[in-house]
């Protein structure tokens, strides 16, 4: 079975950074791609940003300029760097994979847990 597992969510002042971390495990035959969503409170759940196995990037225009998506394919690890954080930054940050299991080699999506990231004012 596959599973995404996130780490680095926080609370932190307005103005700061934080670096959120997902690494994807278990039977896995490629990624295709793997990306960034959140969902504020009351709010619908959004694009943050996502990067291909080969590099291509996409970011929704809210954090452009101040997020960075990078990723380590020997690890299957993707990565967001959050600059200049702002009160609406705030959220539940989901980690979402496109990949092909090993055993049906055909797409599937794949979601993490969800982790809180707070910015005070």
């Known amino acids: 079975q596959v599973q995404l597992v996130e780490s680095g969510g926080g609370l932190v002042q307005a103005g700061g950074s934080l670096r959120l971390s997902c690494a994807a495990s278990?039977?896995?035959?490629?990624?295709?791609?793997m990306g960034w969503y959140r969902q504020a409170a009351g709010k619908q759940r959004e694009l943050v940003a996502t990067?291909?196995?080969?590099?291509?990037?996409n970011y929704a225009d809210s954090v452009k300029g101040r997020f960075t998506i990078s990723r380590d394919n020997a690890k299957n690890t993707v990565y967001l760097q959050m600059n200049s954080l702002k009160p609406e930054d705030t959220a539940v940050y989901y980690c979402?994979?496109?990949?092909?299991?090993?055993?049906?080699?055909?797409?599937?999506?794949?979601w993490g847990q969800g982790t809180q990231v707070t910015v005070s004012s």
């Open positions: 979402n994979a496109e990949l092909l299991p090993f055993t049906t080699r055909v797409r599937q999506n794949y």
């Open positions: 278990g039977t896995i035959f490629s990624i295709n791609a």
């Open positions: 990067i291909t196995s080969g590099g291509s990037t």
